[in-house]
């Protein structure tokens, strides 16, 4: 069974502040994915980030980046000088990698960040 | 770039009544899910079809059923719909052979009273 904890149910932080965001996930797959999707007041589901279990490199995407450690079975993601429209609910995800099969997401609980002025 | 697209977006029923949510998804992608969010839930997965046949299942109750279609879009029928049902319906889509990230479309709301 796969299960994503996402410890931090809600986080504050004022704008221009570096925000990160913790997930912990535990999985019997030996590859995996895992994944970062941004929830905004509106609703949606937005696609951030996605790393393959076998890639450890951390990299950084404009304001965004992420140190995925299999260690420790961790995969945290930061945002630097955080700004308003950041506010949203941030979803950690995991998957197994594909084999053919439409692999389903297994989701944390979800951190909402809020950002003010 | 082109979206997954799913209509409708809001949806209101009565109790007992069925509901019929769709789902296009993008272009070239083979492969559809189904997922249920709750009231400040995280997404819970429901089903998920690779070229149009059923591939897993999560937990999708027995009064809901769905399909994906020849031109790849995907229709989630619900009967006897309960109270419990009102959430924030996503269907999401990917390319099986390719990169295999989930996109997600805008949801449907459901409301049933």
């Known amino acids: 069974a796969q299960k994503v904890t996402q410890a931090q149910t809600e986080i504050s932080v004022v704008e221009k502040e570096d925000v990160t965001l913790d997930c912990v996930y535990e999985?019997?797959?030996?590859?995996?994915?895992l994944f970062w999707y941004k929830q905004p007041p509106s609703g949606e589901l937005v696609f951030l980030i996605r790393?393959?279990?076998?890639?450890?490199q951390n990299e950084i995407s404009g304001r965004y980046s992420w140190n995925f450690q299999k260690s420790t079975s961790s995969f945290n993601f930061t945002i630097t000088a955080s700004q308003v429209v950041d506010s949203a609910v941030y979803f950690c995800?995991?998957?197994?990698?594909?084999?053919?099969?439409?692999?389903?997401?297994?989701f944390g609980t979800g951190t909402r960040l809020q950002v003010t002025l | 770039a082109a979206g997954v697209i799913q209509s409708p977006r809001h949806l209101i029923k009565e109790k007992r009544e069925t509901a019929t949510l769709k789902c296009y998804p993008i272009?070239?992608?083979?492969?559809v899910y189904w997922y249920q969010q709750g009231p400040g839930q995280d997404p819970q997965f429901l089903i998920s079809f690779y070229e149009k046949m059923q591939s897993d299942k999560g937990s999708i109750p027995d009064r809901f059923s769905a399909q994906q279609f020849s031109d790849y879009h995907s229709e989630l029928n619900m009967s006897s719909l309960e109270l419990g049902d009102s959430a924030l319906y996503f269907c999401?889509?990917?390319?099986?052979?390719?990169?295999?990230?989930?996109?997600f479309g805008p949801g449907t709301r459901l409301l049933v009273l």
């Open positions: 272009p070239r992608h083979d492969t």
């Open positions: 995800a995991l998957s197994p990698t594909g084999d053919g099969t439409a692999s389903k997401l297994t």
């Open positions: 790393r393959n279990s076998f890639d450890e």
């Open positions: 999401a889509s990917s390319f099986l052979g390719g990169e295999e990230t989930q996109y």
């Open positions: 999985t019997r797959d030996t590859t995996y994915y």
